[in-house]
């Protein structure tokens, strides 16, 4: 039998020195956005630094880059060589190349968009990207049929799908994949060697060792960019040394508790990205960083083999 951990709540960043300076906590390069999805990047890098990365840099088409410093002046800007549509094109990775030495993990795939020379370039950075690396959106749609390519990254990989994007990673039907979500999403993170968040009610984080269930957010969250902003927290926790599987937990735990603090958190209406966004600063006054691990006993065991052997998702 195949033992698993299941980790109740995540451990916070360590705990910052008088003298640190914003070089401690990491740079964050997020690669995203499109002519028709501007917001998408700018929600991520936003993320990035309110969860406390010390920089952040979009590299992003260059017809979107005079946005960036209008919606956070707090982000610095690389503008792209972009295709006839407004994406990201092949030819920009030359442009990112020469900046890996300057930043510290890699963001990618919020509001890309599936041009083909954009898909290419995603599957390039993959492969030869020496940085940690989180990959959602339109970054996980480029490696459809293709995810066994996340075994040769150089770093450590964090994939955030939703139920349908895992569907197209994987190649099962939804519904396969919602019915035993635990189960599908340790397979995936063991089959490639990358922790795997698969969102929706109840969050699991898988990692080829342990595996979280969140248990804060609500209904109300299910509005576009809330994944976005996600991407961002991951990242930006990663930029600040946390471990994979942990920056992912802390992240999922922390966006949804920001969900549940925003207005229409009980309905009705929907509770926006840009509402979880300013909800992260009185959210993380309340967060209680519990450190200890559940009691590696039953329910904390089961075997990933057997479909029938199953950790219970939260109600």
Request: hydrophobic share 40%.
């Amino acid at each position: 039998m195949s033992s698993f951990e299941r980790v109740d709540e995540p451990p916070s960043p360590d705990k910052r020195r008088p003298t640190a300076h914003k070089g401690d906590f990491g740079h964050v390069l997020v690669v995203a956005g499109s002519r028709r999805m501007m917001g998408a990047a700018l929600m991520s890098g936003a993320a990035a630094t309110r969860v406390g990365a010390g920089l952040c840099t979009i590299a992003c088409p260059s017809t979107m880059q005079p946005i960036v410093p209008l919606y956070n002046p707090t982000s610095m800007s690389i503008p792209l060589a972009e295709t006839a549509d407004g994406s990201i094109a092949l030819g920009a990775w030359r442009q990112l190349e020469v900046f890996f030495d300057q930043a510290t993990v890699c963001a990618v795939g919020p509001g890309l968009s599936r041009d083909p020379s954009t898909q290419r370039l995603v599957r390039r950075l993959v492969r030869r990207c020496p940085l940690p690396m989180v990959l959602d959106a339109d970054g996980l749609n480029a490696l459809e049929g293709q995810v066994e390519l996340v075994r040769d990254a150089q770093g450590p990989v964090v994939l955030t799908p939703h139920p349908g994007e895992m569907a197209r990673l994987t190649g099962q039907p939804v519904g396969e994949i919602q019915q035993h979500r635990i189960l599908n999403a340790r397979r995936l993170s063991r089959s490639i060697g990358a922790v795997v968040v698969l969102k929706g009610a109840g969050t699991v984080v898988a990692s080829p060792d342990k595996v979280y269930l969140n248990r804060t957010g609500n209904p109300h969250m299910a509005s576009g960019g809330t994944g976005d902003v996600l991407t961002g927290m991951v990242a930006g926790l990663l930029a600040q040394r946390l471990r994979p599987f942990d920056a992912a937990r802390t992240a999922v735990y922390w966006h949804g508790l920001a969900g549940d603090r925003a207005p229409n958190a009980a309905g009705p209406g929907a509770v926006t990205a840009t509402d979880i966004l300013e909800e992260l600063r009185n959210s993380a006054a309340e967060l209680d960083w519990y450190q200890e691990e559940l009691d590696l006993g039953s329910p904390s065991m089961f075997d990933p083999d057997d479909e029938e052997d199953e950790l219970e998702s939260p109600t």
